[in-house]
């Protein structure tokens, strides 16, 4: 699957504020990976409690720069970490995130320097 930002969202959010949309996409790039990694920690111990309330605090994440595909993937795993099911299905969901964030790091980052000048 192939990933492309849209800030469409995150125009309408911040009143199309270029100082505050570049502290979104700032704090995107920053903690989107810290809290991958909590989710790939969490599951590789069985944690089901923290990966779906770390889920849960991602899926909004994505919807800020139109990653729809990736916000669904994070509400399914939230979804059957705290259900216990599908549970073998979650590692392969964990890799589609770190996927879809690293297609989108070049976009973002131009975008990011485009509003920033």
């Known amino acids: 699957m192939s990933y492309k930002i ?22 995107f790039l920053e903690e989107t990976p810290k809290q991958i990694a909590i989710l790939r920690e969490s599951f590789e111990q069985e944690n089901w409690y ?7 605090k991602l899926k909004p994440t994505f919807l800020y ?11 399914e795993m939230e979804k059957f970490a705290k259900a216990r099911q599908n549970l073998d299905q979650i590692a392969e969901m964990i890799e589609e995130l770190e996927r879809g964030y690293g297609e989108v790091i070049p976009a973002l ?6 509003l920033s000048s």
């Open 109 to 114: 980052t131009e975008e990011r320097n485009r």
């Open 6 to 27: 849209d800030l469409s969202y995150l125009n309408e959010i911040t009143g199309f504020e270029s100082e505050i949309m570049v502290e979104m996409i700032d704090l």
């Open 65 to 75: 720069v139109g990653l729809s595909q990736l916000n669904k993937i994070t509400l």
């Open 50 to 56: 923290q990966l779906g309330a770390e889920a849960h």
